[in-house]
């Protein structure tokens, strides 16, 4: 099989629709030559949706805590209406896109991360079911709702099923897309980041909050087999292809 690349996608392009045309535009241009599959969160929206219901989102350590009564909004609307939502703007664009979540064929099988919670770690990834998708020509999008083994839904981090199915794929990249242009030291673009110096930006503070997770996670990643990690946003044509190019934040073991 081709290499493949993982694409997780959150933040602006899902809630915001131009952005959402741009990005849906750069994944049937790259898709032509590069073999892509999409895992998507979409926690904006479900904060939003969970208010409307008057459930008031609970957030620890930066990762959501999701109630019994949230777990639901959330299966709506991540495998729901966001799901739904990127396959048709894909499909409108003569994409064969697939909507999935992580329950599907079992793809992601995870355990509660503290009592009472729905939020989820994952404990297995069979990535077969979009290996045998790409196979076949399509262009798997997934979202990130998880089970555990009783078949009750989990809520998963969506960077940590990126991170677990690029893995259980032998993905060749996984390309996180956030709402900065790569990891920023003094407003400067760090164009590439290994783990010593990583280790030491996170020492002297220069990385910190929610991007020192991600990069420990992602060196993790590397040291299962993924190729390579970028970190990047895709705001106006060109930028995703620029992205598996050289701009952004690439993470690698050497």
């Known amino acids: 099989m081709a290499e493949i690349c993982i694409i997780k996608i959150g933040g602006r392009p899902l809630a915001e629709p131009h952005s959402l045309k741009i990005l849906c535009g750069e994944l049937e241009k790259i898709r032509r030559e590069t073999v892509v599959a999409v895992v998507h969160g979409g926690g904006s929206e479900v904060s939003r949706i969970s208010r409307i219901f008057g459930l008031e989102p609970v957030f620890i350590d930066g990762l959501r805590s999701t109630s019994e009564e949230e777990m639901a909004v959330v299966e709506m609307v991540l495998a729901g209406r966001m799901n739904t939502l990127l396959v048709r703007s894909l499909a409108s664009r003569g994409v ?26 994952i404990v297995k990834t069979d990535g077969t079911l979009i290996s045998d998708l790409i196979q076949g020509g399509y262009l798997p999008v997934c979202s990130s709702v998880a089970m555990d083994t009783a078949g009750e ?3 998963i981090n969506a960077d940590e099923a990126a991170l677990e199915i690029a ?6 990249r996984l390309v996180y897309l956030s709402d900065v242009p790569g990891i920023l030291l003094d407003e400067e673009i760090v164009p590439l980041l290994e783990p010593v110096e990583a280790e030491k930006k996170i020492a002297a503070g220069e990385i910190a909050g929610g991007m020192i997770p991600k990069v420990r996670s992602s060196f993790q990643g590397l040291s299962r087999g993924i190729g390579e990690i970028i970190i990047g ?6 930028d995703l ?4 190019q050289g701009s952004g934040t690439h993470l690698r073991l050497q």
Request: hydrophobic content about 40%; charged content about 20%.
């Open 96 to 121: 064969r896109a697939v909507g999935l979540s992580g329950c599907d064929a079992g793809m992601v099988i995870a355990e509660a991360a503290a009592p009472q919670s729905r939020t989820g770690r």
């Open 241 to 244: 292809q620029s992205l598996l």
């Open 153 to 155: 839904s989990l809520n």
């Open 167 to 172: 893995a259980a794929v032998n993905a060749s």
């Open 233 to 238: 946003s895709c705001d106006k044509e060109g």
